[in-house]
């Protein structure tokens, strides 16, 4: 594959970086590429390729190998991420949100015990794992969530169901919040928790090897519900979770008591950041194989990439990639080296999430008729694309965000319906 931002790359890249980009990248064009097409028509989870991955390191990338982790860094995990979603965006989400949103809290705000007994396996790819936030009630008001934690004894009682998440069905770990109470001053008091429950696809996970640990306490009263018919991510799997009088014991609780909204926006910075990169690959993948076609496809005596309305167009598309790269990766170092990137990530999120949407439309365009049929990818990048626009925080989310760090928050009631 063609190197797109070689500059870019210098500037933030070491040689293991390279490395792993290579390995990376000969995965996808070698393992996902000949099935991602058939995966998505079929919206079948690619087990036999999870295992593979798992084999490879991805799942453990920026974490420490004492924890089942490669030993790399927040950048290297951003261009796995990046690397997949070039070839086939469910590949790269079942691998991001394990790392960005299933992992990193635990990693984070877990106690050294529970980094034991669940990072590890989830770097390591053992098992799967999710990040339940959403709720029915409580999708961009993530305060407003409504299941409720009960403390009795040595355990918490919880009750009520996370929707649209991703590895819901097929992972085993998850990290969820939970109403524990009120503050002092009327407000929720907001916790969260390390629940556990059974692959719902045992046989399939048993056969490849990967996707279930036969030695871990499953939270009774917790299952996941019916897979999502979804416009993109079709490979992926995205499901509800559901809590029945679950009982959750007291050390499964994460981080502090009423620490968990916080800890899950801190979270979700870091999420936003894979979400970037991700949508930054799919905008990337949208491009070479637009280079591809435009190059080849002959009109009017000349190849189509030789009229101006297609190389301008072009030209764009790359400039547009090298600032969403910048964004991105300078988002990534920041949170690398602990410093504040909140609106840095809502930025490369947002950027990137727009960009993936022009360009795939772009993509299916230049692609003319056959665009528009499944015999070229880019059909599937561009139904993958829209739900950059919405998951991990709408744009409106992204924009809320980065207006409240230009602006500090709205005065009035009014503007705080809306800001
Ligand atoms: N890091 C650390 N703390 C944060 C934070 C962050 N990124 N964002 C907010 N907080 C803290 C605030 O500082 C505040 O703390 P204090 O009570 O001590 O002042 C507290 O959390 C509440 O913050 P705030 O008042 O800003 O909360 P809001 O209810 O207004 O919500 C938004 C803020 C809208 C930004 C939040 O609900 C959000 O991100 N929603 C989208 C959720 C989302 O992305 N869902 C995607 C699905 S999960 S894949």
Same mark, same amino acid.
């Given at each position: 594959m063609r190197e797109l931002s070689q500059s870019i790359d210098e500037r933030y890249l070491s040689d293991d970086h390279r490395l792993l980009r290579e390995t990376v990248r000969d995965f996808a064009s070698n393992e996902i590429a000949p099935v991602a097409g058939e995966l998505d028509r079929r919206s079948e989870f690619p087990w036999e390729n999870v295992k593979k991955m798992a084999d490879l390191g991805f799942f453990g990338v920026p974490w420490p190998e004492e924890y089942g982790g490669v030993g790399m860094d927040v950048l290297a995990a951003v261009i796995t991420v990046e690397e997949l979603a070039k070839v086939c965006a469910s590949h790269s989400i079942t691998v991001g949100a394990q790392i960005s949103l299933a992992a990193s809290p635990i990693y984070e705000f877990g106690t050294d015990e529970q980094k034991r007994e669940y990072m590890t396996r989830l770097a390591s790819g053992e098992v799967l794992g999710g990040f339940g936030l959403t709720e029915p009630q409580a999708g961009s008001d993530a305060q407003g969530t409504q299941t409720r934690a009960v403390k009795k004894g040595d355990h918490w009682t919880l009750n009520g169901s996370k929707i649209f998440i991703t590895n819901g069905g097929v992972g085993e770990i998850f990290v969820v919040t939970a109403v524990t109470g009120v503050g002092s001053d009327g407000s929720k008091e907001i916790s969260s928790f390390i629940v556990t429950k059974e692959t719902c696809d045992l046989e399939k996970a048993k056969a490849v090897g990967v996707g279930h640990a036969d030695d871990l306490d499953y939270t009774p009263g917790f299952s996941s519900g019916k897979k999502e018919d979804k416009l993109g991510w079709r490979a992926s799997d995205t499901r509800e979770l559901v809590f029945q009088d679950s009982i959750v014991p007291a #050390?499964?609780?994460? +981080? #502090?008591? +009423?620490e968990g909204f916080k800890n899950f926006m801190r979270t979700l910075d870091g999420g936003r950041i894979g979400m970037a990169a991700h949508l930054l690959g799919i905008a990337e993948g949208a491009l070479l194989q637009t280079i591809e076609y435009t190059g080849e496809r002959r009109q009017f005596g000349s190849r189509i990439s030789d009229f101006q309305a297609i190389r301008f167009e072009l030209a764009d598309w790359w400039m547009r990639i090298e600032a969403g790269k910048h964004m991105t990766y300078h988002a990534a170092v920041l949170r690398q080296q602990g410093k504040p990137h909140n609106h840095e990530a809502a930025m490369a999120k947002l950027f990137c999430s727009e960009l993936a949407g022009w360009a795939t439309l772009k993509a299916v365009q230049f692609h003319g008729g056959y665009g528009y049929t499944t015999d070229y990818p880019v059909e599937r990048m561009m139904r993958d694309a829209k739900i950059g626009e919405i998951g991990e925080g709408t744009s409106e989310i992204q924009r809320t965000v980065i207006s409240r760090q230009l602006l500090g928050p709205p005065q009035s009631d009014v503007d705080a319906q809306v800001g």
């Amino acid at each position: 594959m063609r190197e797109l931002s070689q500059s870019i790359d210098e500037r933030y890249l070491s040689d293991d970086h390279r490395l792993l980009r290579e390995t990376v990248r000969d995965f996808a064009s070698n393992e996902i590429a000949p099935v991602a097409g058939e995966l998505d028509r079929r919206s079948e989870f690619p087990w036999e390729n999870v295992k593979k991955m798992a084999d490879l390191g991805f799942f453990g990338v920026p974490w420490p190998e004492e924890y089942g982790g490669v030993g790399m860094d927040v950048l290297a995990a951003v261009i796995t991420v990046e690397e997949l979603a070039k070839v086939c965006a469910s590949h790269s989400i079942t691998v991001g949100a394990q790392i960005s949103l299933a992992a990193s809290p635990i990693y984070e705000f877990g106690t050294d015990e529970q980094k034991r007994e669940y990072m590890t396996r989830l770097a390591s790819g053992e098992v799967l794992g999710g990040f339940g936030l959403t709720e029915p009630q409580a999708g961009s008001d993530a305060q407003g969530t409504q299941t409720r934690a009960v403390k009795k004894g040595d355990h918490w009682t919880l009750n009520g169901s996370k929707i649209f998440i991703t590895n819901g069905g097929v992972g085993e770990i998850f990290v969820v919040t939970a109403v524990t109470g009120v503050g002092s001053d009327g407000s929720k008091e907001i916790s969260s928790f390390i629940v556990t429950k059974e692959t719902c696809d045992l046989e399939k996970a048993k056969a490849v090897g990967v996707g279930h640990a036969d030695d871990l306490d499953y939270t009774p009263g917790f299952s996941s519900g019916k897979k999502e018919d979804k416009l993109g991510w079709r490979a992926s799997d995205t499901r509800e979770l559901v809590f029945q009088d679950s009982i959750v014991p007291a #050390e499964n609780m994460l +981080g #502090e008591q +009423g620490e968990g909204f916080k800890n899950f926006m801190r979270t979700l910075d870091g999420g936003r950041i894979g979400m970037a990169a991700h949508l930054l690959g799919i905008a990337e993948g949208a491009l070479l194989q637009t280079i591809e076609y435009t190059g080849e496809r002959r009109q009017f005596g000349s190849r189509i990439s030789d009229f101006q309305a297609i190389r301008f167009e072009l030209a764009d598309w790359w400039m547009r990639i090298e600032a969403g790269k910048h964004m991105t990766y300078h988002a990534a170092v920041l949170r690398q080296q602990g410093k504040p990137h909140n609106h840095e990530a809502a930025m490369a999120k947002l950027f990137c999430s727009e960009l993936a949407g022009w360009a795939t439309l772009k993509a299916v365009q230049f692609h003319g008729g056959y665009g528009y049929t499944t015999d070229y990818p880019v059909e599937r990048m561009m139904r993958d694309a829209k739900i950059g626009e919405i998951g991990e925080g709408t744009s409106e989310i992204q924009r809320t965000v980065i207006s409240r760090q230009l602006l500090g928050p709205p005065q009035s009631d009014v503007d705080a319906q809306v800001g």
